[in-house]
């Protein structure tokens, strides 16, 4: 069965305080994994694909990167406005049509 | 381009009630999904379509049931609605091809908050 786990489940941080969240995964044979934020009250937004273990993705404060096992959301010199809630969800060679979604990682960021 | 819309974006029914649940999507994807979300139970996908007039069965399905009778558009019924229904509902389509690359990420909906009595 195809897993994915978030850590931590919630996170604090000062403005400016760097920090990076983790998902694991465990699955038969990874064709994607995607990363999205979800701000309250409103459906997950896509942010970023990754296909390959050693593939890195960025967007403004926030990098994307891929191993084996894990993945890795890079949060440089966070604002408050990126306060949300993280999630990754995986594509499996076998089941192409839908993605295992992690429970998130929601990230609070004070001024 | 409106993306994914959802229609109600709130409902509430008493337990036995029956509704419909409006998709619709401008992005001329081919996959449409229904998920629900519940506190510390993550995004769960209820159903699921990978074309028009096709529909399969998600991790959840039970008490619901879907149809796909236009490729932009998916519905989410209840028959008989239960107090262990009562949850958010986001509708989200995918896969399309960015020149000749598929692409499957997952553009999601506002969100129907369905609260059942």
């Known amino acids: 069965e195809d897993q994915v786990t978030q850590s931590p489940e919630a996170l604090r941080l000062q403005e400016g305080e760097s920090s990076s969240l983790n998902c694991s995964y465990t699955?038969?044979?990874?064709?994607?994994l995607f990363w999205y934020r979800q701000d309250p009250g409103k459906g997950p937004e896509f942010l970023f694909t990754l296909y390959s273990a050693g593939e890195e993705k960025e967007k403004e404060r926030l990098k994307a990167t891929l191993t084996k096992k894990e993945s890795f959301l890079h949060i440089t010199a966070p604002k408050p406005e990126d306060s949300a809630t993280y999630l990754c969800a995986v594509q499996t060679n076998s089941g192409y049509s839908t993605l295992t979604f992690g429970k998130g990682t929601m990230l609070l960021v004070s001024p | 381009n409106a993306g994914v819309t959802q229609t109600p974006k709130f409902r509430v029914l008493k337990t036995g009630q029956s509704m419909t649940l409006l998709c619709a999507q401008d992005?001329?994807?081919?996959?449409m999904y229904w998920y629900r979300q519940d506190p510390g139970m993550g995004l769960r996908l209820i159903h699921y379509s990978v074309g028009e007039g096709t529909t399969a069965k998600g991790e959840v399905p039970d008490g619901y049931n879907v149809s796909r009778l236009k490729k932009q558009n998916f519905l989410l019924g209840l028959e008989s609605a239960a107090p262990s229904q009562t949850s958010v509902y986001f509708c989200a389509s995918s896969y399309a091809y960015l020149g000749t690359v598929p692409s499957y990420e997952q553009y999601f909906g506002p969100g129907t908050r369905l609260t059942v009595t």
């Open positions: 992005m001329n994807h081919e996959y």
């Open positions: 699955v038969s044979g990874l064709r994607g």
